[in-house]
């Protein structure tokens, strides 16, 4: 699942910080599954990374994202594994 090529492999948990506020060098790679797919890297951090933005998928998904602290994560499993119609 794709939820899983973007967790740390670490288990269950893979929502990962996907506010928009975390992140630079944002540019659109493509969609998946009707999300908007991005490559990034997270502020103060060289590595690129490819993900969601929260805010798209607060409208398009809200019960996918979950606030933390003062930014917003995206349940990643929950995103890809719903039923698309």
């Known amino acids: 699942a794709a939820g899983a090529l973007l967790s740390s492999g670490g ?3 893979a929502a990962a910080g996907s506010d928009i506020r975390m992140k ?9 599954q009707g999300h908007t797919i991005y490559k990034f890297n997270y502020i ?3 590595k690129v990374i ?3 933005m929260a805010q ?4 398009t998904d809200p019960d996918c994202v979950v606030p933390v602290g003062d930014y917003l994560y995206v349940d990643y499993n929950k995103l890809f594994n719903e039923v698309q119609p």
């Open 24 to 32: 630079e060098n944002i540019a659109k790679i493509g969609e998946l």
């Open 50 to 52: 490819i993900g969601v």
């Open 44 to 46: 103060g951090d060289p």
């Open 11 to 13: 288990g269950a948990a």
């Open 56 to 59: 798209d998928i607060q409208e």
